[in-house]
């Protein structure tokens, strides 16, 4: 629950894939694209700030791969990109067009 995984906010994937067009990022080089490092635990922080009773299991079940990873993005940066994201504000935007999304249907 608290090793680091790179999230990449959907706005930020869009706007990074019209970046490398138009600065013509072709060059074989490989760049990290990452809005942000966040752990399993602060994904369901964020989560449980809109849905306070969510409930999480955990099963018994060997973990595949126990490292840490925090990716930095710095050298996409450096190409003069900036990540404008947040991971908090798309889960809190994802939640509210899911509840929107649940009342529609009920009409």
């Not at 019209?18 to 922080?45: C, K, Q, W, Y």
């Not at 964020?46 to 126990?66: C, G, T």
């Not at 994201?85 to 509840?99: P, R, V, Y």
Request: glycine content about 6%.
């Amino acid at each position: 629950m608290h090793q680091r995984r790179p999230y990449l906010e959907l706005s930020d994937a869009g706007r990074a894939v019209a970046h490398i067009i138009r600065s013509g990022l072709f060059t074989g080089e490989i760049f990290n694209v990452v809005t942000e490092n966040s752990t399993p635990d602060e994904i369901i922080g964020q989560i449980r700030r809109h849905v306070p009773e969510l409930a999480i299991k955990l099963v018994d079940s060997p973990i595949m791969n126990q490292l840490s990873y925090h990716v930095s993005s710095d050298k996409f940066c450096n190409t003069g990109f900036t990540f404008q994201g947040s991971i908090a504000a798309g889960i809190s935007d994802t939640i509210e067009w899911l509840k929107n999304s649940n009342s529609s249907s009920k009409l």
